[in-house]
């Protein structure tokens, strides 16, 4: 059975500072993995996703994530945190069992402190 | 205009009362999924439809019904809302099961439940 970890659930770093979400998944087979974010009073929109075409992942607005097999690991970095970086981060794993359902993390909420 | 469109935005109702939660896409896609997000739980799976005459139940179903009217929209039911049902829920569609195929959201419904 698939499941996804956040370590942290509340995030604050200061803005233009590095930005690092912990993401570490559980699952039986090859995962797809997942980074949804979601702004205040909104739905979540698709920052990157892993689909084991290349280990290293480049998403919108300056995110990426490295798929680490070793460590089961999925963690979304951004260089330079923006204030419109301020939002909910969800990590999402799904297997190709035909399914295509997604198993969520508990979300990272991010503050940028200016 | 949005893709997936969700109505109500906002709902409150009273303890016992039925309610219905309406979901419609202009995707084309043949998925669709509802979700609830509660604070600190992330995203929770109720119901999925692969298509018109596929009905399947997700990780909490319980208290819950669907109908999936046609390829463009899928509704779901409280039949006796109960206060602990007062959550965010979230309308989903993919396409076909593919390599990483991704979920598209709605906007959400709040649902407080007095």
């Known amino acids: 059975a698939q499941s996804v970890t956040q370590l942290g659930s509340h995030v604050s770093v200061s803005e233009g500072a590095l930005v690092l979400l912990r993401c570490n998944y559980s699952?039986?087979?090859?995962?797809?993995l997942f980074w949804y974010v979601q702004y205040p009073n909104q739905g979540l929109q698709l920052l990157l996703k892993y689909t084991s075409a290349a280990t290293l992942v480049k998403g919108i607005n300056g995110f990426e994530a490295e798929f680490k097999k070793s460590e089961t690991s999925f963690h979304l970095t951004k260089p330079s945190a923006h204030m419109s970086d301020a939002a909910e981060y969800f990590c999402?794993?799904?297997?190709?069992?035909?399914?295509?359902?997604?198993?969520f993390g508990t979300g990272t909420r991010l503050t940028v402190i200016p | 205009d949005a893709d997936v469109t969700q109505t109500p935005r906002n709902r409150i109702t009273k303890t016992g009362k039925r309610i219905m939660l309406e979901c419609s896409q202009t995707?084309?896609?043949?998925?669709m999924y509802w979700y609830r997000q509660d604070p600190g739980l992330g995203l929770r799976l109720i119901y999925y439809?692969?298509?018109?005459?596929?009905?399947n139940k997700g990780e909490i179903s319980d208290g819950y019904s669907v109908s999936r009217q046609a390829q463009a929209k899928f509704s779901l039911s409280l039949e006796s809302a109960i206060p602990n049902q007062t959550a965010l829920y979230f309308c989903a569609t993919s396409g076909v099961a593919g390599e990483g195929t991704e979920q598209f959201f709605g906007p959400g419904t709040r649902l407080t439940v007095l």
């Open positions: 439809s692969f298509d018109v005459k596929d009905i």
């Open positions: 999402a794993v799904s297997e190709w069992t035909g399914a295509n359902n997604l198993f």
């Open positions: 995707k084309g896609h043949d998925r």
């Open positions: 699952s039986s087979v090859p995962p797809y």
